[in-house]
């Protein structure tokens, strides 16, 4: 990118189908819209995305909307 290197992010292929794509990526660190400016550069557009982790924390069956209390030790 061209405002510095980033830390090597992986990129996996979940599906394809003629409307598009779905991929997962996952970065160490996230630099204002890097996933997007990421894509871009490599001439793929961004229609959505989803965070699924951060950190320890996962989003798991949760729905959207729903919350549930983490206990802190």
């Known amino acids: 990118l061209k405002d ?3 830390k090597p992010a992986e990129l996996e292929l979940i599906n394809s189908t ?3 794509e779905t991929w ?3 970065i160490e660190e996230g630099r204002h819209h890097q996933i997007r400016r990421m894509m871009t550069a490599v001439n793929h557009e961004v229609t959505q995305l989803k965070r699924i982790s951060h950190g320890e924390y996962t989003l798991g069956e949760l729905r959207p909307g729903q919350v549930r209390e983490e206990k802190i030790s």
């Open 4 to 6: 510095g290197r980033t």
């Open 18 to 20: 003629p409307q598009g």
């Open 24 to 26: 997962e990526m996952t």
